[in-house]
């Protein structure tokens, strides 16, 4: 069961509470355009993304960059729930934040210190105040509350980056297991080659491998299926192509290594709800791009 205990949004910025009791795999399809603060109060999550499986507990902030394929999961079959906010900016919205206050630079922050930061109770209270302050100006909508509620963002990161100013996605709390090692060795493969002719027969031959052992040790440790994996790395590319270049359709559909025209088209449909062309036709800005791929299909749901 699920149980939305505050929402809101203005110009570009969302504010999301939700408690979920039981048992909880996100199921759809996730990377999108805005940047993504993720802070967990209660329960246990697993958050796989950067081909890495991370154990997240209460206390813990999450930053997830534009474009970036993500998961969360259930920690394990006993799990009851949990209570978690996550704060959305959007792609425009942090260019604007980024024109107001250039030195402070958030985009290229979240480009380079993405990951899990483990907050201890000082900058959990913190958190914690930013939140109700937030909720207090998409509340009241008082006189100049947008500006206000950019500025509360912009004084939080401040405050943020002076904390953490060494942090880089770290191994810590990224499970080692054997099985988990071979699982990220797999995932990092698809991330390089997934331009190439990949299926789970070749993935299981070059990795020496079972099927089945593969099939179902990838789906545990990742949330994601092998052709889904795939898929997704390839549809996350065609959108930056389709946004960047004047590449037809077709040749995306080869340079991603589909033999068929129409299967990308379903496939991209499956991912972004249009299919490529029509996706392109409703691109009315220049795409604001950094180094890594680009991807989109806003869902509120981990």
């Not at 009241?140 to 980056?161: G, L, P, V």
């Amino acid at each position: 069961m699920d149980k939305l205990l505050y929402f809101a949004e203005t110009e570009g910025i969302a504010l999301e509470r939700m408690q979920r009791i039981g048992k909880f795999d996100m199921n759809v399809k996730h990377f999108h355009n805005e940047y993504e603060i993720f802070y967990l109060l209660e329960g246990k999550r697993q958050f796989f993304f950067d081909n890495r499986a991370y154990e997240i507990k209460p206390g813990s902030l999450i930053l997830v960059n534009e474009n970036a394929i993500h998961m969360t999961r259930a920690n394990s079959d006993e799990d009851i729930g949990h209570d978690r906010i996550i704060l959305y900016i959007n792609k425009q919205k942090m260019k604007e934040l980024d024109n107001l206050f250039p030195t402070i630079n958030l985009v290229k922050f979240f480009r380079e210190q993405y990951g899990v930061f483990h907050l201890n109770e000082e900058q959990q209270t913190q958190f914690m105040t930013f939140y109700e302050s937030l909720k207090q100006e998409f509340d009241t909508k008082e006189r100049h509350s947008h500006a206000m509620i950019a500025m509360q963002i912009i004084m939080y990161f401040i405050e943020f980056m002076r904390k953490n100013q060494a942090h880089k996605i770290a191994d810590i709390n990224s499970n080692t297991s054997a099985k988990y090692q071979t699982i990220y060795a797999v995932s990092d493969y698809i991330s390089e080659h997934y331009t190439e002719s990949l299926s789970l027969e070749s993935l299981a031959s070059y990795f020496f491998l079972s099927k089945y052992y593969l099939c179902r040790s990838f789906k545990e440790v990742t949330g994601y299926g092998i052709n889904e994996y795939i898929h997704i790395h390839r549809i996350q590319k065609a959108k930056q192509l389709l946004e960047e270049t004047k590449l037809s359709v077709s040749e995306i559909s080869q340079m991603l290594g589909y033999e068929s025209l129409t299967h990308f088209e379903k496939i991209f449909k499956t991912y972004m709800t249009l299919s490529p062309l029509k996706y392109r036709k409703t691109l009315n800005i220049v795409t604001y791009t950094n180094d890594l791929p680009i991807t989109s299909g806003l869902q509120l749901n981990p």
